[in-house]
């Protein structure tokens, strides 16, 4: 199995190079040099411009959901070559002999959706896994808004705020954030085309830190 410890590649999105770009030449590779460390070793530089620092602390979020997929990714991935997890034992034949009392196994709900699981601990999670384009912080933020709502989302609900969010980044990246940030804002219980392109990724305008 590949070292944990380091990678080939890793992502790298717009809406960082939008942060990044109104910064001197020199902070800008510093928080380059930054990311690139800590998406490909791991190691987590610490940045002494509180501007570079503040970014930096920004797109982490993002980094460490990326550098969590991987790793999930290269244990899949073992248990694959050992032949997959060990399969679980059936139960035993009732006892007394009588199918009907027995009680029906339960059918696997995510045989199909076997893409949105994954590996923890060399358990096998299935939950619906977001796309490297939305923020796990912003998602949670919305789901913890709804369900203070008490319009907690049911799994198929999820699925399909995550579908909405998916044409909204084909539109335009970084509109899949902007439109959490903003259904946070106003408490809508759905999500919706962003309207404005002055909102950022972020939900903050970086040239403003200047």
Known sequence: MKNQNTRDSF???RS?????????????????????????NFNEIQLEKSLSKTIFILIKPQLDAN?????????????????????????QN?????????????PNKNDNVNVECIMKNDNEECKSELPDFINPEIFK??????????????ERAEKMIIKKLKEFEELKSGNA??????????????????????????????????
């Open 177 to 210: 954030n902007i439109a959490l940030e903003q259904s946070i804002l106003k408490n809508y219980t759905d999500v919706y085309e962003p309207k404005t392109n002055t909102t950022k990724n972020t939900g903050i305008d970086f040239n403003k830190l200047n």
């Open 67 to 91: 550098n969590k997929r991987y790793i999930a990714g290269q244990k899949g991935a073992e248990h694959g070559k050992k032949g997959g997890r060990p399969k679980k034992q059936k139960p």
């Open 16 to 40: 960082f190079y939008e942060a990044i770009k109104s910064l001197p030449e020199k902070e800008q590779l510093e928080i380059y040099n930054a990311i690139a460390e800590y998406s490909l």
């Open 141 to 154: 933020d919305f789901k913890n808004m709804r369900k203070k709502m008490k319009k907690e989302m049911t």
């Open 11 to 13: 992502i790298f999105y």
């Open 94 to 106: 009732n006892p007394i002999g009588d199918k009907k009392n027995y009680p029906k196994e339960t």
